[in-house]
């Protein structure tokens, strides 16, 4: 049964020192709880009742109950103090009882009673709560005269007193003074603590209001002020009171205190920006992933906030391990159509953003404190408007010789939540973001468990559409091209790429992909003389990238003419130099950063020219820092280098002294 708490304050206030009041009680954290809001309107400016209505209109679970105003209990107060009376105290002691009537009447586990002019922190119900106290009060701090120090609202004996005596033993002066100052000094130390009185701040759980607090007078006690007696009658039916001291309130005793409530605000404000968390739903489609599922889903398990797989139909245990995880498995038996399953799923989240992975992709554990900032950027409101997030994702070609081991391009992988299907093709699902989407790269990366590229996950459905004389779009052609490549289907996948490279409506850019990837098949098929074509036809499609230029010094490389490579690949890094690469989110950065300065490292170390090498390393690291065998290799050729140098310095001394002899 979901814990029920009341809120409640009785209110004879001015409405420029409610309006603070209220908008601390709006930026309440929600909880697992039900909050309800009491307010006893006791107002005598008009304004201020009208503030409450309004407040109650803008939320749910508000009840206010108006209190008749007599003469005689007119509230006065100024800059300097609040002037109470017998009548007024007993009027408040009344409110507050008939306030512990309802909560007991409407069953409630706890109340929260607050003073309008008091301002809490987003989390204070909840702390008090879980401190599982069955008194317990949220400090603040007031000068209760202008010109004095400030004091809180929790005392250990007597009516104020911040030190402890027995019986009628006296306490000197100097115990006194210590005493109080340690008291005092406690009291500015986050934590919970036992104390003698509290008031005006209180959360009473409903063990202690079965048991009899109130605020009723106690006829031979003459303290003055109801939450004395409260605090009396509590010790004295064995109900312990206690404070909080983690998250001071902020007191508004006076209207020259509502600078320091503007600043209780921003204060607040800067707390929620901190504490909004932009929320991730994941979203998957599997068919049977059981050898890989398990790690993926760890790896990022603890980021999301929901996780949505769609099955395709898996036979293996798939779906078992899916369970694991969540609640959220849907069933899309039958159709091996990816975009229409993963449209499913992104229609299914409830989150702020959708993050979506292959089942084989892997959240590293030297990627997760990226991650993590990401998260904290995005829940920020300058990033706020950021609809799509490019991560650093694995490439299905890394195993290809002459590229880079450590392949990665962009690929939109976090993507605000809609209900738009962003998904066609049945395979090789291709998102289309609106126009209008903002976008940002993000140096987050995403690994893959397996080193091969995906076998037959595709060139199924391919197949299947084919057999059914379901046209293929250009992309798919190209995508087709693919599957078979990596199926070693070689033959076949360069007929398919040749009749990609002919269609008239593809973006050139799309186009020298293809050549690169009709380049590898001809480099396994065995034929470079059209190796080399594949890959200067990509220059007919405008400037030359550095990947082919890569490529096109790689072959050379291996064919040992080093001073031709050392052209095209320092080429590469002239286009590097001069072109911005940043709206296009296709090519590999590797070869748009580090893989050239590499090839170079190491074309001059196989001519010997160390010094040259070892500036090209330097440049490689500077790029991309984090992989062992770029330091490893910076680290080898400033060991070769010292050593070649001491050998020069070695010999010039030798030759030296067989001439002064």
């Not at 008091?118 to 603040?140: H, Q, Y």
């Not at 999301?304 to 078992?320: A, C, K, W």
């Not at 040259?612 to 400033?638: C, D, G, M, R």
């Amino acid at each position: 049964m979901q814990t029920k708490i009341l809120l409640a304050s009785p209110v004879n206030q001015k409405p420029i020192i409610l309006a603070y009041f209220l908008f601390a009680l709006h930026c309440l954290e929600k909880q697992d709880y039900q909050l309800d809001i009491l307010f006893v309107d006791d107002n005598e400016d008009e304004a201020s009742s009208l503030l409450l209505e309004q407040y109650k209109e803008a939320r749910e679970n508000v009840t206010i109950i108006k209190h008749e105003q007599t003469n005689a209990e007119s509230y006065y107060r100024n800059d300097h103090t609040h002037f109470w009376n017998d009548n007024l105290i007993n009027k408040v002691a009344t409110i507050k009882n008939n306030v512990i009537e309802y909560a007991l009447k409407h069953n409630y586990d706890a109340l929260m009673l607050i003073d309008s002019d008091i301002m809490i922190f987003p989390d204070t119900i909840n702390r008090l709560f879980e401190t599982n106290k069955p008194i317990i009060s949220n400090i603040f701090w007031t000068k209760w005269q202008q010109n004095t120090g400030e004091m809180p609202q929790v005392w250990l004996m007597d009516e104020y007193s911040f030190y402890r005596k027995n019986g009628s033993q006296s306490v000197a002066e100097q115990e006194v003074l210590q005493q109080t100052t340690e008291f005092l000094h406690q009291m500015r130390i986050p934590g919970v603590y036992e104390v003698g009185g509290l008031g005006a701040c209180t959360l009473i759980r409903r063990s202690a209001l079965e048991k009899g607090v109130n605020f009723k007078r106690i006829d031979n006690v003459s303290f003055w002020g109801e939450d004395r007696h409260f605090c009396i009658r509590a010790v004295a039916l064995g109900i312990p009171l206690h404070v909080d001291t983690s998250e001071p309130a902020f007191h508004i005793y006076r209207e020259p205190d509502l600078a320091g409530a503007e600043q209780y605000k921003k204060k607040i404000l800067d707390y929620q920006a901190q504490q909004t968390k932009a929320t991730i739903s994941l979203c998957m489609v599997v068919h049977n992933d059981e050898q890989t599922l398990e790690r993926c889903l760890h790896s990022v398990a603890t980021f999301v906030d929901e996780i949505i797989i769609v099955d395709l139909g898996s036979t293996d245990r798939t779906t078992q391990i899916a369970a694991s995880y969540t609640n959220n498995i849907i069933s899309f038996e039958g159709n091996l159509d990816y975009a229409a399953a993963r449209n499913l799923s992104f229609s299914k989240a409830t989150q702020k953003y959708v993050l979506w992975l292959h089942p084989d992709e892997v959240l590293l554990e030297e990627n997760k404190a990226t991650f993590k900032q990401l998260q904290e950027e995005l829940a920020t409101a300058v990033a706020n408007n950021i609809d799509a997030i490019a991560f650093l994702t694995p490439s299905t070609s890394e195993q290809l010789s002459e590229r880079p081991k450590y392949f990665h391009s962009y690929q939109y992988r976090l993507i605000k939540q809609t209900n738009e299907p962003l998904w066609t093709s049945a395979a090789y699902e291709y998102l289309t973001l609106p126009d209008h989407y903002q976008t940002k790269k993000s140096t987050v990366k995403i690994s893959r468990e397996t080193k091969d590229a995906p076998k037959k996950r595709y060139l199924p459905i391919y197949q299947q559409m084919i057999a059914d004389n379901i046209p293929l779009t250009s992309r798919d052609q190209y995508y087709y091209g693919n599957e078979l490549k990596y199926n070693q289907q070689y033959a076949d996948a360069i007929h398919q790429y040749e009749r990609f490279l002919e269609q008239k409506d593809i973006p050139n850019s799309e186009k020298a992909r293809a050549c690169y990837s009709l380049a590898d098949c001809y480099q396994i098929e065995g034929d470079k003389n059209m190796q080399w074509y594949a890959l200067f036809h990509s220059f007919r499609l405008g400037i030359p990238q550095p990947e082919a230029l890569c490529r096109i010094g790689a072959m050379l490389m291996e064919e040992k003419q080093l001073k031709e490579a050392s052209y095209w690949l320092n080429a590469a890094l002239d286009i590097i130099k001069s072109t911005s690469n940043d709206s296009d989110l296709a090519p590999d950065s590797s070869y748009w950063t580090w893989f050239p300065a590499l090839q170079l490292t190491l074309c001059h170390e196989q001519m010997g020219q160390l010094e040259e090498a070892l500036s090209y390393i330097e440049l490689t690291v500077s790029y991309n820092n984090t992989l062992p065998f770029l330091l490893e290799k910076q680290a080898q050729l400033k060991h070769a280098l010292d050593l070649q140098n001491k050998d020069t310095t070695d010999e010039e001394d030798i030759r030296d002294d067989q001439l002064d002899a």
